[in-house]
């Protein structure tokens, strides 16, 4: 299934797109979609309803943030060899996590802010994996199954606020509208292998990114069980993976966003986003 949250800011209601391609509205069925609304079981029943019975709803209508909110919005970083070759770093023996504000959480079509005292605004396309069961050591061979979905995540990134201001990397990563997530939660049943997804970033209709997520360093498998030794994975938690080559930073020279810059960006089979940048408002 394609589940997605439509409806206007702050009013989002949960929905679906149908195999003929309209959006059909679940609001009947589940209240939203966030924590154990998205476990492994709760989604395994929604496949279950007859989407052809459920109201339809129409073509244009804004969508939101696939996820409601999230108890952990958790990343890895330098997760891609071509990328930690273009940071200037050497391959992580072990998975470099950190943590991306829920607060960051946006639409896929929204508007990116730039925070004030923006310098190095940065996109950064993630394949986002879904928490659907509660993971505490588990095994690489069954980690997958701790996985309800799948979903396309711009990790929007402040270069400077991350790198050069001191501390951890979260303050470059969590401004408001630096999670767009979505269009869809798909569920994990229809990503077989997430490990041969291409994905791809353009800004201004250029080509930025394009790769794959077998460059990856560390496997889903792999992630999962690695941080379910470290911390509880709760239902609902969302780990945006790792990007690959060709961010800003890694122009020669840097590229960084500025204000009336538009992201296209893409996972396979995990649907499109686009995000026009503005400037912080005042």
């Given amino acids: 299934m394609k589940l997605l ?8 209601k949960p929905g679906c797109l149908a195999p ?20 492994v079981e709760a989604l395994a029943k ?9 109201p339809a709803v129409p073509a244009e209508t804004r969508l939101g943030a696939a996820l409601a909110d999230v108890p952990n919005f958790h990343c890895v970083g330098l997760n891609y ?30 508007p990116v802010v730039l925070p004030e005292g923006a310098e190095k605004g940065d996109w950064e396309v993630e394949l986002g994996v879904v928490i659907g069961r509660e993971a505490s050591y588990v095994s690489e061979a069954d980690a997958l199954s701790y996985v309800s979905a799948y979903c396309t995540i711009n990790d929007v990134s402040e270069r400077e606020f991350q790198l050069h201001r001191g501390g951890t990397w979260t ?15 798909v569920t994990a049943d229809e990503i077989p292998d997430p490990q041969a997804l291409g994905l791809w970033t353009k800004v201004n209709g250029q ?5 794959s997520t077998s460059d990856m360093i560390f496997s889903i498998a792999e992630i999962v069980s690695y941080m379910s030794r470290f911390m509880l994975l709760r239902v609902g938690d969302v780990i945006a993976t790792g ?15 500025k204000p009336g810059d538009v992201m296209e960006l ?16 005042g």
């Fill in 5 to 12: 949250r439509f409806g206007p800011k702050g009013a989002e």
């Fill in 20 to 39: 003929d391609g309209t959006i059909r509205d679940l609001s009947s069925v589940t209240s939203d979609f966030q924590g154990d609304s998205v476990s």
């Fill in 46 to 54: 929604l496949a279950q309803q007859d989407l052809a019975a459920l």
């Fill in 81 to 110: 060899a071509k990328h930690a070759a273009e940071s200037g770093a050497e391959p992580p023996a072990e998975p470099v996590l950190f943590g991306k504000a829920s607060t960051a959480l946006s639409g896929p079509f929204d």
């Fill in 171 to 185: 303050k470059g990563k969590s401004a408001p509208t630096f999670g767009p997530l979505g269009p869809w939660l």
């Fill in 207 to 211: 080509v930025m990114q394009n790769s």
């Fill in 243 to 257: 990007t690959p080559e060709g961010v800003g930073m890694g122009q020669k020279p840097p590229r960084y966003l």
């Fill in 266 to 281: 893409e996972v396979e089979g995990l649907g499109a986003q686009r995000q026009e940048v503005v400037a912080f408002p």
